[in-house]
């Protein structure tokens, strides 16, 4: 029987999926061949020899020590498209808070519960709070995935025109893209000639500026963008500088700030809505994500089979024969011959054989008609680049 430790509280309909004739659920990560966290940081925890893989039940990876793991040959999964609804939802709310002042017109009508004549004073206050219908105005997306997708679908059909930018646009994403979006091909052109910009990307350091998300909303980017324009961050805190955002906000470059990572420099931020990180916490989220991670971690474990991996290559292919080799391994030269080589000395044959790889890691996946003995898999291991080893 196979170990499930999480980390944090799961969803019962998430770690239901998990067989108990398989698996044993505990809250202990020593011994455990699988985990299931959200938003326990497992950067200084002692990881077992024996973990084969983290599923992090939401998008984002950096509570996940990811060098250690692949190190050890550890898959970890992410959940993608679990959460998205939720946080597209959370970001039109963002929008409509931004275009008209209810946070402000709240407050005041809370300040003034109790005063007489109330009814009359709110006829002579709300003009003060008042603001712009979305209709007709530009939104630009940049990162046209789980979430930048249909949210630009939900805003054509709000009536607003939708600028779209994605350098890494996949062909499915594509497939769901609403035909009246309008893509571009520089961030520049998001930033002229849009009222609303939303940011869905991942934070990625890099030379290229198209490649490059951390700190993309900075002064020289903000210079380019319309005066009174909407900023909605609802993807990775860094991926906007606060003091440059701060002095853009004090001109009235941008009126006003939308964020769901409030910290230490945004909360008190005059022209800043701080939203507490609220973007997936709705319970179809929260189980979304728990059954997307249950079932990672149960294709993996009981077949080999990696999706959503944010450190090797995705390999789903289904068995073609009583026994399956998978091997974790560097991405070299020589590997896929030297790793057949082993089990044809011992007469053994290889029904189908995958393998793909991923920056510097690679994953085999070998279908075999008998059961290679221990000494064939320590071959294996011994062979230089291997991580790990697993027959199932």
């Not at 006829?123 to 603001?131: I, L, Y």
């Not at 890099?206 to 490649?211: A, K, Q, V």
């Not at 959503?308 to 068995?319: E, F, W």
Request: glycine share 8%; with cysteine; aromatic share 4%.
């Amino acid at each position: 029987m196979k170990k499930i430790c999480t980390l944090n509280k799961i969803a019962a309909c998430g770690t239901d999926r998990l067989d108990r004739a398989k698996y044993s659920i505990s809250g202990d990560i020593a011994g455990a061949d699988g985990v299931i966290v959200r938003s326990a940081v497992m950067h200084d925890m002692a990881l077992p020899d024996e973990l084969l893989a983290i599923a992090r039940a939401g998008a984002g990876v950096n509570n996940i020590p990811i060098d250690t793991c692949s190190e050890a040959g550890i898959v970890v999964f992410n959940t993608p498209g679990a959460n998205a609804n939720g946080v597209k939802e959370l970001v039109l709310a963002g929008m409509l808070l931004a275009a008209r002042d209810v946070v402000g017109g709240i407050a005041w009508a809370k300040s003034a519960a109790g005063e007489p004549d109330i009814a009359k004073k709110v006829e002579k206050e709300k003009a003060r709070f008042g603001g712009c219908e979305l209709k007709g105005k530009t939104l630009g997306i940049i990162g046209l995935g789980a979430i930048g997708g249909p949210l630009a679908g939900m805003a054509t059909h709000l009536g607003m025109q939708v600028l779209g930018q994605d350098s890494f646009l996949t062909v499915d994403a594509a497939w769901n893209l609403n035909r009246n979006i309008k893509k571009v091909v520089t961030h520049k052109e998001i930033f002229e000639n849009s009222d609303y910009i939303s940011l869905h990307v991942p934070l990625v350091v890099h030379d290229d500026p198209l490649i490059n998300t951390k700190h993309m909303i900075n002064k020289e980017t903000l210079a380019m963008m319309r005066d009174g324009v909407v900023i909605l961050n609802f993807a990775r805190d860094t991926l906007v500088n606060d003091e440059d955002m701060e002095q853009a906000l004090k001109s009235g470059k941008v009126a006003k700030y939308v964020t769901d990572f409030p910290n230490d420099r945004t909360a008190g931020m005059d022209g800043v809505i701080a939203i507490p990180h609220l973007g997936a916490s709705t319970e179809e989220s929260e189980d979304n994500c728990a059954v997307m991670a249950a079932d990672e971690l149960d294709a993996y474990l009981t077949d080999g089979i990696i999706r959503n991996s944010v450190n090797y290559p995705d390999v789903d292919a289904h068995r073609t024969a009583a026994y399956r080799v998978c091997v974790l391994h560097r991405n070299i030269p020589h590997m896929l011959s030297r790793t057949s080589g082993v089990l044809s000395a011992e007469g053994i044959n290889i029904e189908t054989m995958i393998n793909k790889s991923r920056k510097e890691y690679a994953y085999t996946v070998l279908d075999v008609v008998n059961a290679p003995p221990d000494e064939a898999l320590d071959k294996i291991r011994a062979i230089d680049g291997v991580i790990r080893v697993r027959q199932i």
